[in-house]
């Protein structure tokens, strides 16, 4: 116990240090008495990620000051977050003389209780943790504070729980802290999420890192040097700083422009931080802009000036992209001290704290979050579909007829412009005009544009406007709208059904519903009313389908059944092993990533369907896991069978040349066990391009056969590919 107390107040001087100066002795006294609280209520032979709860929670308040930078109140909200309401603990907290510390951990409460639920996946908790905030927006902050503890601490997770907790990181509070301005807590937890999630990938470009460290230096050294002289001679005070893209970014950027790592040419970039006052912060960040300029040729398509107009989480700062003499590109971010601080700590670096809920675009972000949650139907995965794009999207910059600013996401058309103006605005929309030219709905936005809209109280929104509009409003309000028309065309296709089944003396009830929604696949009697009403489902039809006796035989139904090729199937008593808490359920290997003996695997239970075995990196396993996490069953290989064969499809890429193909069906034929279901191929202009699908033993195979393939002469890219 007294090696416990000496962890405890080393910790606590820890948090000390870690608050936002000046720290005053009424805070001390705060922040030792809500210590002895948490003490004497957690029980210190519990542990939680490694550690007794007296010093995780004491170091999840030390996390929401540093990465947070949230003050004293917050602090102490984050220390004593897991105390419960009708303990003696709890009613000590009104010692502490601040009514909001009570408030945000009654929110935090809450949003712990979510944990585990089997609500309607992670989403729906999502969108229950943000409506909690409607008090105080403190609540989510420390949650973000406590999801990156956990991150941090995942090996001491149980390994069942990791990769679920990882997944939603990445879809959810990744995307969160980056809207919220906090970029280095969002590498963090994407890198985190990363290491789990694609540890091949991760662990390759973490190598590559180190393996470049020394020339990076150099590059740094010799790019520094002129621009430090130059600084320094015109007598501005700054700090200059690097700093090493995050190893997720790396590896987006190389998957999305389909590049190796050496021709990733922004894997660093170089921070300028300017000691200026308030009233001269533009002219001195664009007076080291015309430093950095003159000694380097800059890329003028990527310049960001978020200095005259920052982003809507606060983000202020000069960004531009310069070649050094040697050809090698840098990119240059210029901001001030108080600039930088944003960027460090987000949005709590604007507002301070006292009890009350936060100001400026804290609330403004809430607002809009709170327009979409308030209309969206409880489905978890619809929720999800709906918040990720928002919680991603950069912004551009229009202007109304009247010079009004708005901001929207990258994308957005001018059809996302007028529901951004008014529902209304949105709903009557027939065209616009930008910068004086006339253009259609889908037109997308740049930044500058002068947009107007022109309306028609003849139009209403139509399906096809979902396809190409990218703001949450705007879809919510399109489907909403479309939803009250379906309503109503179901209300006349009711009637003419009803209508009819009298003039054939064929009585209207639950069982003729019923018959007609099991003939025609229809999930809802909605659904059957609406296809009558648009002339799909035909009256006639109907008629034969309920006039028809057991011994006529049966018409084929209005709609043609999808055909599905035949899955592999099993009892799980084979090659895998599904998770023991599941009985009397089939398994089947998914077709959307076609796992192959020895790939990292999950089962996933479906409604109708047994068990789905996934690849690890399934494109849909994080959708799966983070909104049907109970659905969720651990899977693995137990034998290998030399007669079995796991479909697997390769891509190849590649010049033209002689014999090619000839040398890859070469290279299969030399593996036993391996056969060639298809093998398509095109060679268009002198490029090489093929797609084959192959029947493999295991995962090792597959893998020595594309580093074989690779090898052939005019082949430059083979890689493995989903369905």
Known sequence: MAELAAQIRSRQSLVLKALPAPVTAEDRKALSLATEIARAYYPADSKYLGEPLPLYYLELARVTATAIGLGLPAVISALLSGVREGTEAWTRIDTLKDPSIRQVIKGLSRVTALKGRDFTGQAENFRKLLLSLADDGRVILIALAERLLVMRRLDWLPEKERLPVASETYFLFAPLAHRLGYYNIKSEMEDLSMKLMEPAEFTEIEARLKQTTTSRNRLIREFSQPVTEKLDAMGIRYELKSRTKSIHSIWQKMKRQGVAFEEVFDIFAIRIIIDADPAHEKSSCWQVYSVVTDLYQPDPSRMRDWISVPKTNGYESLHTTVVTPAGRWVEVQIRTRRMDEIAEKGLAAHFRYKGIKGEG????????????????????????????????????????????????????????????????????????????????????????????????????????????????????????????????????????????????????????????????????????????????TDLLQIKKVLLRTEEQPEEGPARTPELHPQEETGSGGDFLVID????????????????????????????????????????????????????????????????????????????????????????????????????????????????????????????????????????????????
């Open 361 to 536: 675009g804290l609330d403004t972000w809430m607002s809009q979050m709170r327009e979409v949650l308030g209309t969206m139907e409880k489905e978890g995965s619809d929720f999800l579909g709906e918040i990720r794009p928002g919680l991603y999207a950069d912004e551009v910059f229009v202007f109304t007829p009247k010079g009004e600013v708005r901001q929207l996401p990258v994308g957005a058309t001018l059809l996302d412009f007028a529901f951004d103006i008014h529902t209304e605005v949105g709903s009557k929309c027939i065209g616009g005009k930008i910068n004086g030219r006339n253009v259609q709905l889908k037109q997308k936005l740049q930044n500058g544009d002068h947009v107007s809209v022109i309306t028609s109280s003849k139009q209403t929104p139509k399906r096809d406007w979902l396809s190409f509009v990218i703001t949450n409003k705007a879809r919510t309000k399109i489907k909403q709208a479309l939803n009250e028309e379906k309503f109503k065309l179901a209300a006349d296709g009711k009637e003419m059904l009803t209508r009819r089944l009298k003039n054939w003396k064929i009585p209207y009830g639950d069982a003729t519903v019923v018959k007609l929604l099991t003939e025609y696949g229809f999930k809802t009697s909605q659904d059957l009313y609406f296809s009558i009403a648009i002339g799909e």
């Open 580 to 723: 023991e808490k599941v009985e009397g359920l089939d398994y089947k290997l998914a077709r959307c990533c076609n796992p192959v003996f020895g790939d990292r695997i999950f089962g996933f239970v479906t409604v109708l369907e047994g068990i789905k075995i996934h690849r690890a990196t399934c494109p849909n396993a994080d959708f799966m896991i983070s909104n049907f996490p109970y659905r969720v069953v651990r899977a693995r290989w137990t034998r290998l069978d030399a007669a079995r064969g796991f479909l697997a499809q390769v891509r190849l890429t590649g010049v033209e040349n002689l014999g090619i193909v000839a040398r890859i069906t070469e290279i299969i034929t030399e593996y036993k066990g391996v056969t060639v279901k298809n093998f398509t191929y095109s060679m268009n202009n002198g490029l090489f391009e093929g797609r084959m699908e192959v029947l493999v033993p295991n995962i090792n195979v597959l893998y020595a056969i594309i580093k074989k393939i690779q090898s052939v002469k005019g082949i430059t890219r083979v890689t493995r590919v989903d369905s």
